[in-house]
């Protein structure tokens, strides 16, 4: 077998044991003479796997019968819009913006503020190496939300503690959901494409308190309607059915691994000896404030950016993947999502050590 070590920021790795698992249930689907793909989704059978999915997902989070959690499509890049035709009913939306994401999401909110479903107010804009300090912060009296991405996946900029607003916390765990615990209650919309920390794409997992299920504009298309889909078990329509199973068996696997709380702790060391590398040589650099460096998306650059082909061509024979940066910022950037494993990212480190000693 030869499965590299993938450092891409999305789709991303998936842990091997589940791949090995799903290879072989593929077929033969626990003796049913079928694959999961190939079953109805209102079937005994699959909403079974359906249940067992959010039960799990209920448990690694600690979510409780107050939120409803959602299976949806469409990608987080849908969540933008439906966020305001769900919630923002007449109010104002406070948005804060820190990097790609966040700015992506408002751009689509004022969109629907510009045909009349309410207002936008950006909060603070964040300049993709830093968070704007709380003191900076605009928040509306009363706004119908407050939105922020706790991770920007691409500048790497991360807000590990919860915002302090009044307004219900509409949040983009994109690229950090599963992470590291978070306490649900804290929020009122938690939002991920599954394509990062989770498994395959096409799913997108809406976490939603129930109280806030009332508030959809008439214009909201009914596949987008939080209420609806509650009503429906999130199958209004057919769901993405594969990717909903494998997401499953990705929980089981992380509750097999002790939990969030256990990978939090292998997540912590994993950033700690990616940033430590960086910071204790001259030939690499991030810049990002220390404090807002997320442990998930590890943006850097080379001293000399001539040196990038080079060093892309390099890691890839080492069996090092997907490190160039996002377009936006350049560079490298190294995902270490969940299933990106210590030994990987040790792996990076000694060849980042070995390439400056080589090419500093
Ligand atoms: N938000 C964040 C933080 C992301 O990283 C991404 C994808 N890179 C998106 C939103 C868009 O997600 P999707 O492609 O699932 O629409």
Known sequence: MNRFANFCAGPAAMPTVVLERAQRELLDWQGKGSSVMEISHRSADYI????????????????????AVLFLQ?????????IPLNLMNGG???????????QKAIKEAERYAALGLGKVNLVAAGDGTDVPDVSEWQLSDNAAYFHYCPNE?????QIFDTPKVNAPIVADFSSCILSEPVNVNDFGLIYAGAQKNIGPAGLT????????LDRASAFCPNVMNYKNQFDNDS??????????????????WLLEQGGVEAIAVQ??????????????SDFYSNNVNPKHRSIM??????????????????????????????????????????????EQVAALVAFMKEFEARHG
């Not at 890049?77 to 439906?82: N, V």
């Not at 996946?153 to 900029?157: E, L």
Request: aromatic fraction near 10%.
């Open 48 to 67: 079974e796997v359906a249940e067992r999915a959010e039960a799990n997902l209920r448990k690694l989070m600690g979510i409780s019968d107050d939120y």
């Open 74 to 82: 469409g990608g987080a890049a849908l969540q933008f819009s439906a």
């Open 92 to 102: 104002t939306a406070d948005y804060l913006t820190t990097g790609a994401w966040s």
């Open 153 to 157: 996946t691409i500048h790497g900029v």
């Open 205 to 212: 997992i809406v976490i939603v308190r129930k109280d806030l």
């Open 235 to 252: 199958m209004l329509n057919t769901p993405a059915t594969f990717a909903w199973y494998l997401s499953g068996l990705v929980f089981e």
């Open 267 to 280: 997540n912590r060391k994993k950033a700690a000896m990616l940033y430590e590398a960086i910071d204790g």
């Open 297 to 342: 998306n590890v943006p850097f650059r080379l001293a000399d950016d001539g040196l990038d082909k080079l060093f892309l061509e390099e890691n890839k024979k080492a069996g090092l993947l997907n490190l160039k940066g996002h377009r936006v910022v350049g560079g490298m950037r190294a995902s270490i999502y969940n299933a990106i494993t210590p």
